[in-house]
């Protein structure tokens, strides 16, 4: 007696359609046929808010997930099982009946200056042409460099690098992830990293999201998970939902495991550096603490408490006049 064949699961991908976003998706995809071979990955390219209007600044046209809702209502609806995102993209609120259920690997969480000219921040004359889309590389580029004049610029990863490599900026700041990514690091002139210019909370990671009653989707992603990097971004995360901001506040955050010798022992815990700043860098609140690596939730309102007790309060209020 022969036995029924089994129809081959395809599991289907939400995406943006960037390069960045299906380069993105397309590695998450080669990563679950990896793990799964056999497993039919497919990629679905929808267009969402932050794609369709390039040239709008993002606070004006809605600022809190102008790159997820469609694609999160592919999944609710049943179009797609799963959605990558870039979760520095990703609110912090979302709909119940969605999970985050997998964070693969995090790339260099770093920012990126491409100053073809000068070369690096310090070496800017005043008065240079910066050009970035976020608060937060606004808020500390003022903070370290008040003499220079700092762009609201949009666009893919290319739009933006082009301002500079074709002299319309003096310089630009992307995350080194998208320009890694992309092969672009080559262009990149000085790396911005942590703890002298913090990244935002989750860049570099990569976000998968499914409907929490899909337990086969969620079995599907368990390999892809990566553990240290799933518990730096909760406590991340975390922070910035206890403050009630949205991913395009000035906040930054960098979260990570490191060794604590304890009367010389080793012991594994989980730090948390965060900063809020003024829209324009003349003042910021910071807070570094750690905490057990079992609990990233907690360390993530520890640090939240420590910003308010410092005043973050005030600095996010002048940030919520600013965008509305």
Avoid: Y
């Amino acid at each position: 007696m022969s036995s029924t064949p089994i129809k081959p699961l395809t599991l289907r991908i939400g995406t943006r359609g960037s390069r960045l976003a299906r380069w993105q998706a397309e590695w998450v995809a080669n990563r679950l046929r990896s793990c799964h071979p056999g497993l039919n990955v497919v990629l679905v390219e929808i267009h969402t808010q932050g794609d369709r209007d390039r040239n709008s600044q993002l606070a004006a046209i809605g600022g809190t997930g102008l790159f997820t809702k469609e694609i999160q209502r592919a999944v609710l609806d049943g179009l797609v099982d799963i959605a990558v995102h870039s979760l520095k993209d990703l609110p912090t609120q979302g709909p119940d009946e969605l999970v985050l259920a997998a964070v693969p690997g995090r790339e260099d969480v770093a920012d990126a200056l491409i100053a073809p000219v000068h070369q690096t921040l310090q070496a800017l004359p005043a008065g240079s042409q910066i050009g970035t889309s976020s608060l937060r590389r606004r808020a500390q580029l003022l903070h370290l460099r008040p003499d220079i004049q700092v762009a609201t610029i949009r666009g893919n990863v290319e739009t933006r690098l082009n301002q500079a490599l074709e002299g319309k900026l003096d310089a630009v700041i992307l995350a080194w992830a998208g320009l890694h990514r992309l092969s672009l690091h080559r262009h990149v002139t000085q790396r911005l990293a942590p703890p002298d210019f913090l990244p935002a909370v989750g860049q570099g990671a990569l976000g998968i999201e499914c409907r929490v009653k899909d337990t086969t989707t969620r079995t599907l992603l368990l390999p892809i998970d990566d553990a240290p990097t799933h518990r730096a971004i909760l406590a991340e995360r975390t922070t910035l939902a206890e403050l009630e901001g949205g991913c395009l506040i000035p906040m930054a955050a960098w979260a990570r495991d490191i060794d604590v010798d304890i009367d010389g022992d080793k012991s594994g815990q989980l730090a948390l550096d965060a900063a809020v700043f003024d829209p324009d860098g003349h003042s910021h609140v910071a807070a570094t603490l750690t905490g057990p690596r079992e609990d990233p939730r907690e360390l993530g309102f520890r640090v939240a408490r420590a910003l308010r007790a410092q005043g973050a309060e005030p600095l996010l209020e002048r940030t919520r006049q600013r965008t509305t």
